[in-house]
């Protein structure tokens, strides 16, 4: 699951700079699965995401389609089917949501998504929810860092190519017993950071008992470029192979 901080803790999971109602009116074109030569007519689109941050271009429910973000940099363009959901649109990071999964289960670690970060660097391990700094913020370096914690599970590195960019997929769990951080007050007794953002992106991202990660790490415009993809254990979305679909829409991304 992720954590969500500005000043302080709020909930549960990785998009500090979410926003939500009314951000603004250029909605980006998308294209038609019917009609794909054919670009969807221009129209005004108000964020729903609950927390309220303006430049927050988030399209909520959207068609089957291919998109292109307004505020993410680099520019990224995506193609999902019908009834997905952007929450973030943002400088720093993007939100996907698959059909059957709420914004509200995304802090609380129930709910599948894909979470695109453009910097990211390995957290402290006193639970401050603060960048490490004697970690160099390059993928090579953050994997090694990942498989040296010993509170974390990581399977072995894949290669793989996003967009032509090449790097390593990990899927990451937390031992039992493990989890050095604790949140009384979320609720949680036991979590694990493994990843947070650095300017642009705002977020810190953690494993809990009961959410599994896959993460995609690379680096980009000497920063490490993260996708996280969330899998609650049990389900948590209306997606019966939620692995398979979550790769099928990341291996579609260019930027």
Known sequence: ???????????L????????AACGTDAPMAESKDSPSTPRSESPVSCPNPEFIPE?????????????????HPTLTYTVPEGWSNYEDLPGQFLLLPPGADISGVDPGTSDYIGVYASTAAPRQDCSGRPD???PASAADYLAWLRANPALHVSAAEPITIAAHEGNTVEVSLRPGKGPCSDPA?????????AIGVPPSEFSASVIPTLDYRLDVFDLEDRMFLILV???????????????????VVGDFSF
């Open 13 to 20: 999971v990785l998009i500090v700079a979410l926003a939500g």
């Open 230 to 248: 969330a899998e609650p254990r049990g389900g948590g979305s209306g997606e019966e192979d939620w692995a398979s679909t979550a790769q099928r």
């Open 133 to 135: 700094r004697s970690v």
């Open 56 to 72: 927050n271009k988030c399209l909520g429910e959207i068609g089957a389609g291919t998109y292109t973000t307004q505020q993410f």
């Open 1 to 11: 699951m992720s954590l969500r901080q500005r000043d302080k803790w709020i909930g």
């Open 186 to 194: 979320a609720g949680l007794d036991s979590f694990a950071e493994f």
